[in-house]
Structures are given as structure tokens and as C-alpha cells.
């Protein structure tokens, strides 16, 4: 069993490393029954909301969202609550809490992109849609619930 780093040790990037090789296949096959995905980009998708989680246990004071894509993989992490709290505890140190909220919550967002930018250049952008600043780009349809328009209604 590894354990998490001390507090003077604990980055993203070092938490990270200790779950590259956690993959735990009821997860992903959840993600797979609830979304309709492929066993490898639902495999993919919880590699980037294990990437998200370490950002948010390094930073236990800031608010962070993810993207509405991966808010559904995480979804179906928590639905197996042993392994998830496991997961916490043995990797991250800390629980880390889903907090929904009703609205969408664009900075929260933004801050989540700066920070995976700056600990994790090599994250899969394709499932971190930039920020649209124009109400032209929600009305394509395409819209995932981090906009400036102030009229999504995702999130």
C-alpha cells in the first residue's frame, strides 16, 4: 500500500505519480454503462479526474470545478464510495467533497484550468473545453457550462 506524501511533500504532481498505476476496472465500467463511452476514454477520463482531484487536495482553501464531461466520470468514482474514500485517503490524504452547486461556476473553472496548465502540461485538453466569452458560442449547441454569457445552464 503507498501512502500519500507528508504535507511539506505534497504537490499535484507527486500525488499524481502514486495513482498512475490505481485504474480500478468497476470504476471505469461504470463510467462506461453511465455515459455510453469506450472502456478507453473512460479509462482516460479518470486519469484526468485523478489529476483534478490532486489539484484540489493541494489546494483544500480554493474552489475548483472540473468539466462538465469529466463531472459525470467523477460521478460514477463517488457512486463506489469504499474505493473512492479509499482513494482519498491512501493517495490524496484527505477526503476530497463534491460540492454541486445550481449554476455554473466559471472561475472556479478557470482556476482549475490555470492550475492544470501550470502542474500538468501534459493533461488531455480535450476533455477541458476553454471558456467561451461570447453568447454566440453557447448557441451552437455545444456549450459545456463555462461561459461568460452568463446564460448556461450547465454546470
Known amino acids: 500500500m503507498q501512502t500519500a506524501p ?17 485504474s480500478p476496472e468497476p470504476v471505469i465500467a461504470t463510467i ?7 472502456h478507453e476514454v473512460a479509462r482516460d477520463q479518470l486519469e484526468e479526474v485523478k489529476r483534478f482531484m ?28 469504499a474505493r473512492y474514500a479509499g482513494f ?7 477526503f476530497v467533497h463534491h460540492r454541486p452547486t445550481d449554476k455554473p461556476e466559471t472561475e472556479s473553472y478557470e482556476r482549475c484550468l490555470n492550475l492544470l496548465a501550470r502542474d500538468f502540461p501534459d493533461h488531455r485538453a480535450e476533455y477541458w473545453p476553454p471558456i467561451r466569452n461570447r453568447a454566440a458560442d453557447c448557441d451552437s449547441g455545444v456549450c459545456q457550462g463555462y461561459c461568460s454569457c452568463g446564460t448556461c445552464e450547465g454546470g
Not at 462506461?32 to 469506450?38: A, K, W
Not at 482519498?88 to 484527505?94: A, K, M, P, T, Y
Open 6 to 22: 507528508t504535507k511539506q511533500d505534497r504537490n499535484s504532481q507527486s500525488l499524481f505519480a502514486l495513482t498512475r498505476e490505481y
Open 32 to 38: 462506461v454503462r453511465e455515459t455510453g463511452l469506450s
Open 54 to 81: 490532486c489539484l484540489c487536495a493541494v489546494n483544500p482553501d480554493m474552489r475548483l470545478a472540473t468539466s462538465r464531461v469529466l463531472d459525470e466520470a467523477w460521478h460514477a468514482f463517488i457512486l463506489h464510495t
Open 88 to 94: 482519498c485517503q491512501e493517495f490524496l490524504g484527505s
